[in-house]
């Protein structure tokens, strides 16, 4: 058993684990592993927006964003994919990991021109956190299949002790032994002609949850479809439509396209939040999460490593110099938008 934060982050602490030393979880989980060199990871998430069927300019951005991916500063890994907005606009979302942020620096400038910087009919995004790897964590309920920012990490841990428990999320943040990372200050628009940009504040939150059912068997994927995913859904929906109020600016439940454009068999859950505490707060005490958490910690327990749904997070608190936020031609509830008033 060993630490979630790995050996070259840990401090003299000032706050304490929720849980004393000889804790045991009851069931095993894994986070990702960067190599000790990597101070700093760039998560970027280019979006599309329109309504009904895709136009030809939704097809012409994907291909051009896809291309420069490509390129050589471009990124370690990315993945594409899709939802609907309460809004009822589809939402196309590209998201590109770096663990080398000069790399990144480099890129960006002539990407984000090509996304946001002139008009095609469309609404588009640009949403980028480029945290320092104190600021942030992982969880995997199986180490042999990586997704989002761990792709790019050197590999997984062993088993890890800080997880199966409320509050496993803070302790596995190496920023958690010194700092309660409260938030700080309030979002504020800002207009560059099209494009707005919003200052955010300190200490905001972005979660990535996933799920993947891709190897499941029947008795699994059926137990999953029909007892877990419509629970999530429901949690899914009330974060989308009602979050603002406990804390989500926005939440967007993803479906993983694949690289033909087709839906897989993963979703994650991704939204920005307030504070790490009002994330907390609702994974601890919403009905849906409650029921799912419960849900899956007796299924892990008992099928452990023969389960074959994987679950998986990515967890940011991010200082306000590590954020970046702009869209353009989106309407006024779209991600970070939806935390100020647009008109
Ligand atoms: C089928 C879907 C899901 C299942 C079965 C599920 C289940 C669980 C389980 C078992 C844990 C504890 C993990 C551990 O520490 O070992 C957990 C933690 C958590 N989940 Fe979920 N979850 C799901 C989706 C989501 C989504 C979509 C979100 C938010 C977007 C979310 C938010 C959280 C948070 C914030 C925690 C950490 C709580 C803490 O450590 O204080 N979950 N979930």
Redesign the pocket.
């Known amino acids: 058993m060993e630490s979630a934060i790995p050996e070259h982050l840990k401090t003299t602490r000032s706050r304490h684990r929720r849980i004393p030393d000889d804790y045991v ?1 009851p ?1 095993p ?1 894994f986070v990702a592993r960067h190599k000790p060199k990597v101070a700093r990871v760039v998560m970027a998430y280019f979006g599309l927006q329109y309504q009904g069927e895709a136009p030809p300019a939704a097809a012409s951005a994907l291909g051009d964003i896809a291309a420069r991916f490509a390129d050589a500063q471009g990124p370690a890994h990315w993945d594409r994919a899709q939802y609907f907005d309460q809004a009822g606009y589809s939402n196309v979302v590209s998201v590109a990991y770096w663990d080398d942020a000069a790399k990144f620096d480099t890129w960006f400038d002539a990407a984000r021109e090509a996304w946001t910087g002139r008009a095609n009919g469309i609404g588009r995004y640009i949403e980028v956190l480029r945290p320092a790897v104190a600021r942030y964590e992982t ?1 995997f ?1 199986s180490p042999d299949r990586a997704e989002g920012v761990a792709v790019m990490a050197e590999g997984m841990s062993g088993e890890v002790q ?11 943040i190496p920023l958690s032994q010194t700092d309660e990372m409260a938030p700080g200050g309030k979002p504020a628009l800002e207009r560059d002609g099209s494009r707005l940009r919003i200052v955010p504040h300190d200490n905001l939150c972005l ?5 993947d059912w891709s190897d499941t068997d029947a008795a699994e994927r059926k137990l ?1 479809l029909e007892e ?2 419509p ?2 859904r429901e ?2 929906d009330f ?1 989308r439509d009602d979050g603002v109020r406990i804390g989500c600016y926005t ?1 967007r ?1 993803m479906r993983v396209l694949g690289a033909d454009g087709s839906p897989t068999e993963k979703s ?4 920005w939040w307030h504070s790490l505490a009002a ?2 707060r ?3 005490s919403h009905p849906t ?1 409650v029921r ?2 419960g ?3 007796k299924y ?1 327990s008992t099928l452990g490593p023969a389960a074959k ?1 994987r ?1 998986y ?1 990515e ?1 940011t608190v991010a200082a306000a110099a590590e954020q970046f936020f702009e869209y353009r031609d989106c309407h006024a509830r779209t991600g970070m938008l939806a935390a100020v008033a647009v008109d």
């Open positions: 979880p069931y989980s969880l309920s800080e997880h199966a428990y409320w509050g496993g999320m803070r302790d596995r979660i990535r949850s996933g799920q999953y877990v995913e629970v999530l949690g899914m974060l939440n439940y994650y859950g991704q939204s994330l907390e609702w994974a601890e999460h799912i958490f849900a899956a910690m892990l749904l679950l997070h967890v």
